[in-house]
């Protein structure tokens, strides 16, 4: 699947408000937490109670699938984190199912749940609807977060003296994702040979991952340029940057190159800090002859990006929600949350993500290979 955007009459925004994130790293893990305990409550032991209660299963039995389903998260992220065995494995992919699952369940009990109290179908119907309508929605998410779309932008650009064309990948999440996901991954931007490929953070979402897994970088017929991400700062980061930059890729940390004389490529550090893109642009050269772009892992900064004369800043992170209706959730955070914007002559493009975190499921939303073809004018 494949979708061309041509941007040029692309309307300009009103500058949003920027959120900005307060307090200490201490304060914002305990909200963390209590966030992730309060949405426990309806995610997962609301709908397996009231699907128990509809199909009038015992106590016994409803705590015998209540407990492991409702506590699998923990388990998964706290216990078997740092554990390589094959059962270990199959455990957190099941627990990460369920994650995916958890949210289509919730969504169709809410409805089955007026269709209840109007009389129009039994409980046990309703259990029976809400559980073969769930899966059939995972099942379809799972296909569509197996292949990512193609989406190409088109713009034309006064910097630049030639056309330019290049890649985005973003939020591959290599650990939830496996050595061959990005295989096939990298032979769909061979197959589309741009000039060269950004990697926008968020490649590598666990600890321990080889070189070996990562070796299709090497494949790529162009330069990768990279950014950080925050799954990375998560994980063994010093060690991911190596085995990066020992596969040929351009990490760049607050950093720029030139890809040619008329091109500048600059990387920006991914922080929780709103003001970060501000900050680190105003310590960075920019070549004002030269098209820049920016690579950020984060949807923010377009504003310091136009102030500064950058000419497109590209981000990910947000999965645009990845799983139906989280996207509501993300645009509470974000402003943007995908596709293009723009302030002035700056952009800013918002990558839907490559892979997937947790579940390998997309549903309302898509995987994402960005192509940018930008001509001069």
Known sequence: ???????????????????????????????????AILLHLPVFVYPILRLSHWLELGTLLTAFILIPLTGSQVFSRVF???????????????????????????????????LVLLDLVTERNAAIGVISISGLIGFLGTLNALRPSVVTIKFKAPELKSPVRFAQISDVHIGSRSRRFLENVIARVNALEPDFLCITGDFIDAPGVQESALVSLKSVVGPVYYCTGNHEKYEDFEEILTRLDNLGVVVLRDACTHHRE???????????????VQ???????????????????????????????VNLIISGHTHNGQIYPFNFLVRRVFDRIKGMYQIGSARQYVNEGTGTWGPIMRVGTRSEITLFEIAPE
């Open 80 to 114: 078997l984190r740092n554990r390589k065995q094959a059962w270990a494995n199959f455990l957190r992919r099941a627990s990460d199912l369920w994650l995916g699952v958890s949210a289509l369940v919730l969504t169709s009990l809410v409805c089955f749940e007026g």
């Open 262 to 276: 008329d091109l500048q490529v600059i990387g920006i550090d991914d922080m929780e800090d709103a003001m970060q």
């Open 1 to 35: 699947m494949s979708e061309t955007i041509n941007t040029e009459n692309t309307e300009s925004e009103k500058s949003p408000a920027v959120n900005k994130r307060v307090g200490s790293p201490r304060a914002r893990l305990v909200n963390f937490y209590l966030m």
């Open 279 to 309: 900050r680190q642009l105003s310590q960075i050269e920019l070549d004002e002859q030269a098209f820049n772009l920016v690579l950020f892992h984060r949807p923010r900064g377009l504003e310091a990006a136009a102030a500064a004369g």
